[in-house]
């Protein structure tokens, strides 16, 4: 090997065509209103885009090949003032904490809506989202774009209380009619959890204790008890069947057992007694026979 080729810088690795030029394409579609992205090389792509663009960024993606809807949801980000259901309540609660962090590719409110949506001829998908509005908490529906994200908005308004405007059909799936709050907003109190702490972090009910064989009678144990040379018992330790019969009539008391003393049946044609009886001598020949 030369030495041109052995002090050579290595190869930068290869990019993402394919998702870089997703971006160039929204970019043109969507000019400024395209606020951030963060793409993962050969892995996945995110992008956030202003509020009054959501709609048209749907158009767009739709316009691009991506035609198959994934899923539509939405998240809080203010920290729950009530902790973790999982922290242990006989702790100190730790300190966590309270500003509002968006996560991937940013964000500037405390809700946010995200979209999936997949190209299948390209076998790409991508994550779309958005800032909600404090005080509206509204935004544009896909419902005209992508006819799957009917049910998707319909959950997210009952969970978070975020307003599809132009959706057809707002009404609850789960909860009834009257009921008050939000479930999902991280200030709403999970009553459930403040009356029984998370399972596994505090004394429970034990499960019932299942009853375990011997250890002599486990499977693939060490050097089995009384483990037969044929290995006539698999290899658990435990005698044949005919040694357990003989082991039970061992135990048998002598009141129990059947009387030995008493003659077995006779035959009425007496062909037994006559195979039984000994063969009778026969007589001395006599002299000179």
Known sequence: MSDATTDAEPQALPGDGLREGIVDDLRRHLGEALVDTELRPNDDLWVRVTTDAWKATGDALYAMGFEYFCFLSAIDWMP????RGEDDPTEPPPERPTEIRQG??????RFQ?????TDIHRHVGVTIKVDIPDDTLAIESWFTVYAGANW???????????????????????LP??????PLRKDFPLLARMVKPWPGIVDVEPMPAEEQLPQDEVVGSENPVDATPDQADGGLGV????????????KISPGEAPNSSTPPEQDPTGQ???DAAPPAAAPDAEPGA
Do not use: K
């Open 113 to 117: 809506v995200f979209a999936r949506v």
């Open 104 to 109: 991937v590719a940013g964000g500037a409110t």
């Open 80 to 83: 729950s003032p009530y902790g």
């Open 177 to 182: 009619t009257e009921f008050e709050g939000y």
């Open 272 to 274: 037994e007694e006559q």
């Open 239 to 250: 005698p044949p069947a005919e040694d357990l019969a003989d082991e039970a009539a061992e």
């Open 152 to 174: 998707h908005e319909r959950e997210t308004h009952e969970m978070f209380g975020i307003v599809f405007t132009g959706h057809p059909d707002l009404r609850n799936m789960y």
